[in-house]
């Protein structure tokens, strides 16, 4: 069954079979004021302050990518915090992510709200600095928000902490009201 279904999949004479969500290389559109009220009263919105600061405040992992020496990505999720409007990371510090941003300051996260995946936000940015001071209690406070109790059990005696502090250059973030998420629509099929 499987081996059809893929079979007719690729071929090309087929009709497209319409989706509920359609996955596009460029943004949609530029909306007018009267088009942007109606987006806005099908549960589509941009991801206020709030919400983005509501989005590290509680726990949804943030993976975060680096480059390496040869220019490739590398993908990490993580504990994270937003303070003020800096992204905190705990790492340790011979960890592949500290590595990568001694040579290219750029960093990328992306995180998702775990309750509802639609609200969701990518940060472009850089690593203003990188501090020990202070990075042990940070992590107990990450574990405390993540774990519900104020210890890391995996961390390892030689592994010696860093915070990495990210200043955000752009930010893009969507917010859908999970009742779109649930009943499949999207406000931009007509």
């Excluded at 004479?13 to 909306?31: F, L």
């Excluded at 960890?95 to 941003?101: G, L, M």
């Amino acid at each position: 069954m499987f081996s059809s279904l893929n079979a007719m999949q690729r071929d090309d004479n087929m009709k497209k079979i319409p989706t509920s969500v359609e996955i596009v290389d460029a943004p949609p559109p530029a909306y007018n004021e009267t088009e942007q009220k109606v987006s806005e009263s099908t549960g589509t919105t941009k991801l206020d302050k709030e919400e983005l600061h509501g989005l590290f405040r509680d726990r949804n992992l943030a993976f975060v990518t680096t480059l390496s020496k040869d220019g490739s990505p590398h993908v990490t999720p993580v504990w994270t915090e937003m303070i003020d409007d800096l992204i905190l990371i705990n790492t340790f510090e011979s960890s592949a992510k500290n590595k990568h941003i001694t040579n290219d300051k750029r960093i990328a996260l992306s995180i998702v709200e775990q309750n509802n995946p639609f609200n969701m936000v990518s940060i472009k940015g850089k690593v203003i600095e990188r501090t020990t001071e202070g990075a042990d209690e940070h992590l107990i406070r990450l574990a405390k928000k993540y774990l519900g109790i104020g210890k890391y059990y995996y961390r390892k005696p030689n592994h010696r902490r860093i915070i990495i502090k990210i200043q955000p250059e752009k930010i893009m973030g969507l917010s859908i009201h999970p009742a779109f998420y649930f009943l499949a629509y999207s406000p931009w099929n007509k």
